[in-house]
């Protein structure tokens, strides 16, 4: 297997990406082993997302993701991909309810996390808490267009700017949020226009999650594409079935146990008489 461990990936990288127009994976992840093989195969941005809170913990909704999980998945990521980009999520009111609580716990993610940058959903009335995180030296990803954590406000997942007031909103949130200091701006579920538009106005990178192609990266659930999830929305169509192969490999060690084909066992016992004293 081919590996292509990168240089160190930090915010000026993924700038320049953008600026040279050079399109840049990025996928999920909630540990370190998967996180080392996300990096060796050259995965620049790595989201631990708050939809661990599905993948990991099987719970319904990402609202259930809790802050010190995810401060510890953070961690645990970016021990994994030292030299990745790593973005923590900020789960559901963690940052909503106070800037001041907000700052703290983003400042967490960078200092308990290690992370390079944190993941908010906002939109445009949230300018002065990405422009109080920018002032503190939180670099900031501005999650706009459909967001997850609304859901049971907008009666389950939804797409957004599908008409043209609903897109010109969201543009001008990108606008708004840019201006107060986000380094970085993830649209998700929205018509491809829409995050053209986004991209022709503002100088930061653009990651789309179902977003259309004119992003300069796309991010989607690393499980989606490995075919391991029962569902995966129509823009991370799997491009693996591990759970196959998972499934395989779990069937045939089940048979090697029913066989008690395990191979030479490794431990022998230790003569007394030539044991060191």
Known sequence: MATNAPKSI????????AERGERFACLTAYDATTARHL???GIPLLL????????VLGLQGTIHAPLDFLLTLTAAVKRGAPRTFVMGDMPFMSYQADEAEGIRNAGRFLTE??????????DGTFTGLV???DRAGIPVCAH???RPQRAKHEGGYRAAGRTPDAATRIVEDALRLEDAGACLLLIEATPAEVAERIVQRVGVPVIG????????GQIVVTQDILGLTDWQPAFAK????????VQAAAVRWKSKVAACDLGEHPYQMIDESQAKP
Request: glycine residues 10%; proline residues 4%.
């Open 10 to 17: 930090t915010l000026r990288t993924l700038q320049q990406f």
């Open 39 to 41: 990096e060796r195969a």
């Open 48 to 55: 631990v997302g708050d939809t661990a809170a599905e993948m």
């Open 113 to 122: 996390g290690t992370a390079d940058a944190v993941k908010v959903e906002v």
């Open 131 to 133: 422009s109080q995180m």
């Open 144 to 146: 706009i267009g459909s």
């Open 209 to 216: 999650c179902g977003a259309g192609p004119a992003c300069h």
């Open 238 to 245: 799997p491009v693996a079935d591990v759970a196959a192969a």
